[in-house]
């Protein structure tokens, strides 16, 4: 039976269900709206999984219009600053929705 997306969900347990899920970069699915800006912008598929696995929210988690909890991710790292929204498609799923 698949896992209830909970009703309440706190940063910190955000962080945690994102950094389990993300462990297998398979969960990391980038949406075509992402793509198109991480061509845009020059960030590669690897910087997108590190932001989603290594990353702090900044912003969220709150409940967006298709009933998934989002959140924005910020990573800093060898002088580089990557942002993505990521939705949380409970419970095996991160959706990246974009990313700059």
């Given at each position: 039976?698949?896992?209830?997306?909970?009703?309440?969900?706190?940063?910190?347990?955000?962080?945690?269900h994102?950094?389990?899920?993300?462990?297998?970069?398979s969960?990391?699915?980038i949406?075509r709206?992402?793509?198109?800006?991480?061509?845009?912008?020059?960030?590669?598929?690897?910087?997108?999984?590190?932001?989603?696995?290594?990353?702090?929210?900044?912003?969220?988690?709150?409940?967006?219009?298709?009933?998934?909890?989002?959140?924005?991710?910020?990573?800093?790292?060898?002088?580089?600053?990557?942002n993505?929204?990521?939705?949380?498609?409970?419970?095996?799923?991160?959706?990246?929705?974009?990313a700059y």
């Open positions: 039976m698949a896992e209830a997306t909970p009703l309440n969900l706190s940063p910190s347990a955000a962080l945690r994102i950094r389990d899920v993300a462990t297998e970069t969960n990391i699915v949406v709206h992402a793509s198109k800006r991480q061509v845009e912008r020059g960030i590669t598929r690897r910087q997108i999984e590190l932001c989603v696995q290594k990353g702090t929210i900044t912003e969220g988690p709150f409940m967006n219009a298709h009933g998934n909890w989002q959140v924005t991710l910020f990573r800093h790292a060898t002088g580089e600053q990557i993505c929204v990521v939705a949380i498609d409970w419970p095996r799923k991160l959706i990246v929705v974009t």
